[in-house]
């Protein structure tokens, strides 16, 4: 077998998911036990991007590619759809969305306009039967991402703040009210501070999810600051105080400036 060939991948595939000589546990799941491996496999793509280790990215974009195969092996399995019809449906739908590529002279010839690959996604939920505004959002997106893409959706029929003003309004409203919310409130008030933070990213032209990835690689770097100066004076943080460990993170600020 050829290690350079998707063949090869689906093969293995297949031969783990053969019962009786397949491997027990490949053989014990399902889409719904696989379904969070295939969150945290997207997630490590992001991660190595941001990393620009190009050796991690071919990695982890090969344990991606092991999850959309998963997937179609079970579906092949209870005879829903193939490997196959997976990539051809992609490929339909990327030649469907870019007549500017591949469509006739006349359609390679305009101008992208703005906006062209929602308005295009909008007319292909068209031919689905009807559903709210809000329903194709999927459920398993990260909180803030979903939280954005509501607020996005919601904004294209006119259901926003006319300003990023209001925003800030809105923030401040929500952080006096879980403040002041009983604890059996406060994770509900939190839940709405959150969303507004979303909201004022989203107005921002932030990505919260990258902007919170930033903010938890900053506190690493400066918490791994404390820890080496620590040792540096043969201590451990348990073994420190927090005004020490306050001094060493406001130099760890300052270096990182």
Not at 36 to 44: H, Q
Not at 83 to 97: G, H, P, S, T
Not at 127 to 150: E, H
């Amino acid at each position: 077998m050829d290690p350079r060939k998707i063949e090869t991948l689906r093969a293995i595939m297949k031969a783990l998911r053969t019962p009786v000589t397949g491997c027990p546990w490949d053989l014990e799941q399902n889409f719904e036990t696989i379904a969070p491996y295939t969150i945290e496999e997207a997630y490590e793509v992001a991660d190595a991007v941001q990393n620009g280790s190009r050796a991690e990215l071919c990695e982890e974009l090969g344990d991606l590619l092991l999850q959309s195969v998963y997937h179609a092996q079970m579906a092949d399995e209870e005879g829903s759809f193939t490997f196959d019809d997976v990539v051809e449906a992609v490929n339909r739908k990327m030649i469907r969305r870019h007549p500017h590529v591949f469509g006739d002279d006349e359609a390679r010839s305009a101008t992208l306009a703005k906006g062209f690959w929602e308005d295009m996604k909008a007319k292909e939920r068209k031919d689905k039967p009807k559903q709210g505004v809000l329903a194709s959002v999927p459920a398993a997106f990260p909180g803030l991402t979903r939280a954005v893409r509501l607020q996005s959706r919601a904004a294209k029929v006119g259901f926003d703040w006319p300003s990023v003003d209001n925003v800030y309004d809105k923030i401040a409203e929500e952080v006096a009210e879980f403040r002041e919310a009983p604890d059996e409130k406060k994770a509900e008030e939190y839940g709405d501070l959150l969303f507004a933070m979303a909201n004022v990213a989203r107005h921002l032209g932030i990505d919260p999810e990258a902007a919170l990835r930033g903010a938890n690689a900053k506190f690493e770097r400066r918490f791994a600051h404390i820890e080496d100066r620590l040792a540096a004076r043969g201590k451990e943080p348990k073994d420190s105080d927090l005004a020490e460990m306050d001094a060493l993170w406001d130099e760890a600020k300052t270096l990182g400036k």
